[in-house]
Each structure stands twice: as C-alpha cells, then as structure tokens.
C-alpha cells in the first residue's frame, strides 16, 4: 500500500539503505504492483510503501526499475517541472529539475542516460517527463520530497501606473491565452492571480 500524506511525512525525511540485486528485484516487484494499481502514477520509490531500501521504479516510455541508483553526472541548465506525487494526492509544486543527468544503478551494466527536451513533439515530452521523474524518485531515496525542490514563483510587480482607460494585454497562468483590455478591467483579472501582464506586448505598444 502507498503510504500517503501524514503516514508518509512520518518517514519521508528518512534515507533508504543500499540492498542486494536479489531483494531489490524483489522490492521492484512489489512497486511496479502497487503503481499499476494507483493507474495515475509515472514512477515509485520503495519508502513510499514503507521500505527504506534504495529501490525505485519509473514507467514513462518503458518499465525501468532501478537499485541502488546515484546520479553520477548532472548538467548545469535547469528547466522548470510541474510535479505531482502519489504520497501527497492532488498536490502539485513546481521544481527546477537537471536537463540531462547519468545514473548508475546496481542492476544495469551499463550507465543510464535521461535527458529533458522543451520541443512540443509527444517523444520530446516524455523524454522531459521521464528526466524529472527519475530524479523524483531518486530524491525519495535520499530522504528529499518535491516539497524540498519547490520553487516560489513570485508575482510580476506592476511598476508602471495605467491609466484607467489604457488598452493593455494580459495572459494567463498557462500562457496559452490573452486578452486584450481596458486597465479598468485588467485589474481585477490580474488580482485574482489567473492573469498577469503580458509585459513584452505592452512595452511595444504604441504610447
């Protein structure tokens, strides 16, 4: 069973301990069950079903189980993930995940290579979904959440003062939408935290 919520805070800080190939396949098992159960998940790590051993899963593009995993080289670019987890259900944070990382894992010969893409293509997304995901559960194993990973993304200060008839742009939150309005009814559009200004439209704006 997935621990989740108070259950799992109670172990979640906790580092997991370094297991045989032989009980790590075992632990595997037991994972790849219970996230085939969950039907929501894209990835699993063994303190989530409250054993602390060094066992994760992930099954993005394929089933991949990893024991005893370390992230042996990471990038220095950053890109922004939006992530969910079955421990702490309906709660999403935003984190800063490495673009490309290596992971050596006891029951893989060789390396493993995962690497985040931005393009739009299905193939791109998955590669970035996969990247996140392992780092994800990697961090379970070392006693870090995404909780540990958020990123507090600040409002944008409205510097400038508009006059209550001044034609602006805003978009919103998922920047897939804007609109183009009066100040007088951009702003409490603005204030709800949905919509932001679309800075660059309006700098070029004709003054």
Request: net charge positive.
């Amino acid at each position: 069973m997935i621990l989740k919520d108070v259950k799992f805070k109670q172990i979640a800080n906790q580092k997991g301990k370094d297991v045989s190939i032989k009980e790590g396949e075992q632990i595997a098992t037991k994972l790849f069950k219970q996230l085939s159960d969950s039907k929501d998940g894209v990835g699993l790590a063994a303190p989530q079903i409250g054993i602390l051993k060094n066992v994760c899963i992930i099954n993005v593009k394929e089933p991949i189980a990893l024991i005893n995993p370390k992230i042996v080289k990471k990038s220095h670019e950053l890109f922004t993930s939006t992530e969910g987890c079955l421990s702490f259900p309906k709660k999403q944070v935003t984190t800063k995940r490495y673009v490309y990382i290596i992971v050596k894992a006891d029951n893989h010969e060789s390396k493993l290579y995962f690497s985040a893409n931005t393009d739009s293509r299905t193939d791109d997304l998955d590669n970035t979904l996969e990247c996140a995901c392992v780092q994800h559960e990697i961090d379970h194993l070392n006693g870090i959440t995404m909780f540990d990973r958020e990123v507090k993304i600040e409002p944008i200060k409205i510097e400038k003062q508009y006059g209550r008839n001044e034609t602006i742009v805003i978009i919103n939150k998922d920047k897939n939408r804007t609109r183009k309005l009066k100040w007088k009814k951009a702003k409490p559009l603005i204030d709800t935290g949905d919509w932001e200004l679309f800075t660059w439209v309006n700098e070029m704006m004709p003054k």
